[in-house]
């Protein structure tokens, strides 16, 4: 092992259920790898951040950068700034980033330039489309990776398509389904979570979440989404949980009257018990989310995905995914085809198997120790 450990870096609600895992099969077992928290502070609201702590029972984080919103500019900057000296003043041995967020590019630059080594985990997804700053986030990042961390066969392809070494590239499956797995028995019952909302569920219910800029930020392909999905609700009451983004458009392009006039009942962020149990539950989910799309193909959930790409394929190859975008006519055929033969059956694609993390723990001992050997020769 080397001198120092690794600094595990989250900053918004997507890679909070990555880390719980890794963090823990990280300080498991007799040669625990010393790893700290650090929190960018990119999502700071109590439903979008300290719940999820609470939920998943990852410890408290070991440093707080309370970065903030902005724009991407400013925010991925103001965290480059606060995660410097703290960088400085740890001396890890590497950081470990997650997921595709602000936060995870901001950190890994400020490692790489400092000789640092990157670890990505969930490395390689491609939707091909620059359009997303998550795309640019995910392609920078593994660019400047020393180990990358796959949860499907495809990244790896699209990995050497880039000039990344494949001997930097290890297919260890998914964390945030290890995270599903380790949580199902404590999901929270929908009934539960839908009691306030005034929804009549006895029939059943569908799930819907918005967030991406491309669906929430155009009132046009806002108020298309929320018409269809209206359509929908006629037929199954839609539960939907509100991004504080997708909250402040809704009202900003005065749309509320849409979701009154359709079956559509709005809830505040919910933690990830209850999202588990609200997924768990649904006859159907409409989603833009990455993460969803992996959840439900993991809870063979049909899944409706409200975008025009997925740079998760392997929910559509194998699991319960389709891709529809915005197309009005795509949405209600495939929320049709759920409603009268329950959509796709779809399998558990490789290593979602609940042991994503112990490989990377596995993995990470065997590279730290090949580390300290070059370090002290
Ligand atoms: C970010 C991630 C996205 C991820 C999503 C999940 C990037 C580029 N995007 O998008 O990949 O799927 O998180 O939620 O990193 N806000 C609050 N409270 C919070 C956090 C945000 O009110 O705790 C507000 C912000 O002020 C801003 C908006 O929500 O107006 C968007 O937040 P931001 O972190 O910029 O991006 P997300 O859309 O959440």
């Known amino acids: 092992m080397p001198k120092g450990g690794i600094l595990c ?22 040669a625990p790898i010393p790893a700290k928290i ?23 984080p070991d440093i707080n950068l309370e970065a903030g919103s902005g724009s991407h500019a400013v925010q ?44 990505h985990v969930e490395a390689g997804l491609r939707s091909f489309d620059r359009g997303m700053p998550e795309e640019i986030n995910r392609v920078l990042t593994d660019q400047i ?105 809704i009202e900003h392009f005065k749309l509320e009257g849409l979701l009154a006039q359709g079956r559509i009942f709005t809830l505040p962020p919910v933690g990830y018990l209850h999202m588990l149990g609200l997924m768990r539950e649904a006859k159907l989910v409409l989603t833009d989310s990455g993460g969803i799309q992996e959840e439900t193909t993991a809870l063979g959930v049909p899944c409706i995905t409200l975008r025009e790409n997925t740079e998760r394929p392997v929910t559509v190859d194998e699991g319960t995914n389709i891709i529809v975008g915005q197309s009005r006519k795509k949405i209600l055929a495939a929320a049709e085809e759920i409603f009268t033969s329950g959509g796709k059956a779809g399998r558990i694609p490789e290593y979602w198997d609940g042991h994503a993390a112990e490989r990377i723990a596995a993995h990470l001992r065997g590279w730290l120790d090949a580390l300290g050997a070059r370090e002290a020769a």
């Open 76 to 119: 991925t900057a103001e965290v480059m700034r606060r995660f410097e000296p703290v960088l400085d003043q740890e001396q890890p041995s590497a950081i470990l980033v997650v997921g595709d967020v602000n936060s995870t590019i901001a950190c890994a630059l400020v490692a790489a330039k400092k000789g640092v080594a990157v670890i």
């Open 38 to 60: 650090v929190h960018t502070g990119q999502h700071y609201d109590e439903a979008m951040n300290k719940q999820f702590f609470a939920d998943l029972g990852i410890p408290h």
């Open 145 to 249: 990776s020393d180990l990358l961390y796959t949860t499907e066969r495809a990244a790896l392809t699209n990995l050497t398509r880039e000039g990344i070494d494949p001997a930097r590239v290890q297919f260890v499956g998914n964390v945030m389904i290890d995270t599903l797995h380790h949580n199902l028995k404590h999901a929270v019952p929908a009934a539960q979570t839908l009691a306030d909302t005034g929804m009549d569920f006895s029939q059943g219910f569908g799930v819907l979440t918005l967030h991406r800029p491309s669906n929430v930020d155009h009132e046009e392909s806002l108020r298309g989404l929320l018409e269809t999905v209206g359509q929908i609700s006629q037929r199954l009451p839609v539960a939907f949980p509100l991004h504080p983004r997708t909250r402040g458009r």
């Open 9 to 30: 870096i989250v900053g918004a609600r997507p890679n909070f259920m990555k880390i719980a895992p890794i963090m823990k099969a990280l300080r498991a077992g007799a």
